[in-house]
T-cell receptor, first 112, second 116 residues
Framework: AQTVTQSQPEMSVQEAETVTLSCTYD???????LFWYKQPPSRQMILVIR??????QNATENRFSVNFQKAAKSFSLKISDSQLGDTAMYFC?????????FGTGTRLKVLA | EAGVAQSPRYKIIEKRQSVAFWCNPI?????LYWYQQILGQGPKLLIQ????????DSQLPKDRFSAERLKGVDSTLKIQPAKLEDSAVYLC??????????????FGPGTRLTVL
């Protein structure tokens, strides 16, 4: 069975600093997709970044980038130049052939 | 482009009562998902529709929960009878395609259910 694990329940970072959120997953599939979603306080969940497992190149979206290690089944999110608006719950998600699974989330607080 | 709409936004009921939630996905999105998000946890998939067919309902407590997506557009999720442990936010999401694809899920604002 596929699983997604986020081992950091809470993290904090100073404004303008860099922070990395961890995610590991388990699957026997070779083709799948990974996502990071952001859920700001009292606001809707939105996609931050996505990665196709067959692509070796790590995805980047402005200040957000991932470190995808397929062999290690690791998919971490790096946020550079953290901003107050980055304060949110961050969920790692896996999409396989039949299942879409979310991790338990990491609560990130950006400090002024 | 209009987003995913959900109603009501908040609902308070007593245990053993019934409740229904409504979701209108983004136009043209074939796949619709219902999630249960308990406070402090990640979303748990309850049911996934592809058009008006059920793709996955393995985690739906079928003795009390039911869902339908008539005509492959709007969807309703019903709980009857509700239990205290059903207190959660119920999220609806939609995507162009389903699992096994790169499609992003677009989420609605959710319905916060409190069961007393």
């Amino acid at each position: 069975a596929q699983t997604v694990t986020q081992s950091q329940p809470e993290m904090s970072v100073q404004e303008a600093e860099t922070v990395t959120l961890s995610c590991t997953y388990d699957t026997s599939e070779s083709n799948y997709y990974l996502f990071w979603y952001k859920q700001p306080p009292s606001r809707q969940m939105i996609l931050v970044i996505r990665q196709e497992a067959y692509k070796q190149q790590n995805a980047t979206e402005n200040r957000f980038s991932v470190n995808f290690q397929k062999a290690a089944k690791s998919f971490s999110l790096k946020i550079s130049d953290s901003q107050l608006g980055d304060t949110a719950m961050y969920f790692c998600a896996f999409s396989g052939t039949y299942k879409y699974i979310f991790g338990t989330g990491t609560r990130l607080k950006v400090l002024a | 482009e209009a987003g995913v709409a959900q109603s009501p936004r908040y609902k308070i009921i007593e245990k053993r009562q019934s409740v229904a939630f409504w979701c209108n996905p983004i136009s043209g999105h074939a796949t619709l998902y219902w999630y249960q998000q308990i406070l402090g946890q990640g979303p748990k998939l309850l049911i996934q529709f592809q058009n008006n067919g059920v793709v996955d309902d393995s985690q739906l407590p079928k003795d009390r929960f039911s869902a339908e997506r008539l005509k492959g557009v709007d969807s309703t999720l019903k709980i009857q009878p509700a239990k205290l442990e059903d207190s959660a936010v119920y999220l609806c999401a939609s995507s162009l395609g389903g699992t096994g694809q790169i499609n992003e899920q677009f989420f609605g604002p959710g319905t916060r259910l409190t069961v007393l």
